[in-house]
């Protein structure tokens, strides 16, 4: 039998409360303690609406009731994100969670789907998604559990209050015996010999020492940044958005299924259906537009009038050089932050998690699981990072201050490589790590780039009226199943006022 591991956890807002459910569930207390600190008086970032399919895995992992969760957070269904005018104003396209089409004898749909359109007789590729359709109708059902239904061809996200759902998983972690101790940390003590953190001392003079210590204390990095001095690597030379401005509005009735992102004079703003509220926030750069600007261009753009003042939140795009030193690990905003357009800082926090639990080491830090860790999270940022450089770099939105930099601002080798690629034969890669799938780099490649110039030389060897009937029976097929479902709102309210055990989608 190992020794039991002490662990504290710094911070408890959603990256805080995910580790320790994450922790509390997988690891008993015979393996560990896990103690949870968090500052009232200090708050929570308190954003954070959008969430991408992942986070299904999680809380399935965690044999969370979905519609309970659903209840409790006044979560709706997430189908895609809406990308409104970030090509060219006036022109809308779908990242949509799932696939389009379907493959043909080792073809990628959209290959032979661009054979078929070069002569003329495809429709645009939005029309083989399913997700895009549904969300478009404004329609859900769960994804078909048969893999050779068109309908099983997508998966799904929510949009959440962030804020209740960290208190849904401090229930369930409390109950399940991680101590939650109210305090401030107001000292930080390292170890005497070596490197690392001992002690961390709370404002009422209590002293708390452990084996492990996992920063959740957001943007200010507490232990992993002021403590330990690791470094933050900005990328705000290419992620030019430093600021955000939000504000709630009454809740919609009819709750589409998906996120909207309309592009704007200095950045973009969001509007998220939940089920008790509207989240709305424009994310710009503070170089091209002021915050009372922002925040006046925000309420013109709101469904209906804002129900609390507008909230300011300041950030940088990067991350820490490294999310993991001697016995500190990063979680959530304290090791890095990606602006929202693609909804990933709740997943890079499930990530971060999985990984600490996969290479998590005895009573002492391993330096080899320690790089292992830090190499694949620098991994997920610097692949999400890219994805998101895509959507400014690749704009025609000419004659604006902020896009004009955007689109002729040095890009990442490898987001270059990437575009070529794609530009030259539609080739997208599937790696291993990481987000995101090639659908999705498809579906930004396709709304930014456009259309790649030629198709992989393999589907010359169909005929074309062979693909074109393809392409065809399955536009048919998603557009007959899509309007046989039912309306994202009535699921959304059906679902959720269910009998939980029953209704609980598997
Ligand atoms: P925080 O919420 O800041 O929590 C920090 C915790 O540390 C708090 O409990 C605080 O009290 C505690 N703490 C700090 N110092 C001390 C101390 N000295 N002593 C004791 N406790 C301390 N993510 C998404 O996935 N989807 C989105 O749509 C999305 N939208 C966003 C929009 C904006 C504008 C921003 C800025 C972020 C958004 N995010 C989004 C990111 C998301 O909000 C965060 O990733 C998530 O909330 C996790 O934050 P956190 O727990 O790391 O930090």
Redesign the pocket.
Known sequence: MQERIKIVI???????WMTAAALSHVVTDRVCDVTL????S??????????IPAIKEFNDKLGIIEPDMMQKTGATFKLGIEFEGWKVPGETYMHPFGAYGKSLQGMDFHQYWLKVRQQGSAQPLEHYSYSIQAARHGRFAFPASDASAIASTYSYAYHFD?GLY?NYLKEMSVAKGVQRIE????QVLGKDAGEGIDTIVLESGQQITADYFID?????S?LLGQQLGVGFESWAHWLQCDR?V?APSAPMQNLPPYTRSMAKVAGWQ?R?PLQHRTGN?Y?YSSQYLSDDEAVHSLYADMPSAPVTDAAL?R?EAGRRKVNWKANCIA????GG?L??LE???????QVSIQQLLKLFPGKVPSPALTDEFNRRINLEYERIRDFLILHYAANERRGMPFWDNCRTMEIPDSLTEKIELYSSRGYIDQYKYGLFSPASWLAVLMGQVGQASTYERVCDNHPVARLTDKVESISSSIESSVMGLGDHTEFVNDYCKSTLSERAHG
């Open positions: 710094v911070g408890g807002g959603t990256a805080g600190v968090e500052s009232e200090i708050g929570t970032v308190g954003v954070g609406e959008a969430t962030a960290a305090g401030r940390v107001a959740c204390s957001g943007f200010r507490l955000a939000t969001w998220i926030g994310v939140l950030f979680v959530g905003l304290s932050f602006e929202p909804s990933t800082s709740i997943y890079l926090i």
